[in-house]
């Protein structure tokens, strides 16, 4: 069975630094996408940024970007030069074929 | 473009009384979905739907339903609301194709509601 694992509850960075959020999952599939989403405190659900899993060029959208390990079913979340609007649950989530699962989420917290 | 939109954002139910949670989206998406988020946890899909008149169950469809007349519209009506299904529910909506290719989600604002 497909299982999404965040084993970081919460984080916290300051402002202008790096953060590095974790996600690993479990499949059996091949072929399959995975997404982070970012829920700050007004709950609304937002795509950060997505990986196709047949694509070993990790994706990258501006300050975001992953470090996507297929053998090692990893997946993790860069953020660089972190803004106080960063401050947000992160969600990992893997798409294949007939899942489409959510981590518990990682609630990161940007210090001033 | 106005994306995924629910109504209500907020309610408050009695044990007992049904409801109804409306979605619609205006991106001709063919995948919505119904989701619920319980403090402290991820997403847990309760249906969905692969396009208009076909709908799914997903992990927790008990005491739900849904229907999907249309493309746009997706609502979640709950019979006899009880004190668990206090949590707040995401509607969301993607475009997927075959061969298989997947582009995220767009998700609605969603709706709190506690049952009393």
């Known amino acids: 069975a497909q299982t999404v694992t965040q084993s970081q509850p919460e984080m916290s960075v300051q402002e202008a630094e790096t953060v590095t959020l974790s996600c690993t999952y479990d499949?059996?599939?091949?072929?399959?996408?995975l997404f982070w989403y970012k829920q700050p405190p007004s709950r609304q659900m937002i795509l950060v940024i997505r990986?196709?899993?047949?694509?070993?060029q990790n994706a990258t959208e501006n300050r975001f970007s992953v470090n996507f390990q297929k053998a090692a079913k990893s997946f993790s979340l860069k953020i660089s030069d972190s803004q106080l609007g960063d401050t947000a649950m992160y969600f990992c989530?893997?798409?294949?074929?007939?899942?489409?699962?959510f981590g518990t989420g990682t609630r990161l917290k940007v210090l001033a | 473009n106005a994306g995924v939109t629910q109504t209500p954002k907020f309610r408050i139910l009695k044990i007992g009384q049904s409801m109804t949670l409306q979605c619609t989206q205006d991106?001709?998406?063919?995948?919505m979905y119904w989701y619920r988020q319980d403090p402290g946890m991820g997403l847990k899909l309760i249906y969905y739907?692969?396009?208009?008149?076909?709908?799914d169950k997903g992990e927790v469809p008990n005491g739900y339903n849904v229907s999907r007349s249309t493309t746009e519209d997706f609502p979640l009506r709950l019979e006899l609301a009880a004190p668990s299904q206090t949590s707040v529910y995401f509607c969301?909506?993607?475009?997927?194709?075959?061969?298989?290719?997947?582009?995220?989600?767009?998700f609605g604002s969603g709706t709190r509601l506690t049952v009393v």
């Open positions: 969301a909506s993607s475009y997927r194709t075959v061969p298989e290719s997947n582009y995220g989600y767009t």
């Open positions: 499949t059996s599939e091949n072929n399959y996408y």
């Open positions: 990986q196709e899993a047949y694509k070993q």
């Open positions: 989530a893997f798409a294949g074929t007939y899942k489409y699962i």
């Open positions: 991106m001709n998406h063919n995948y």
């Open positions: 739907s692969v396009g208009a008149g076909i709908t």
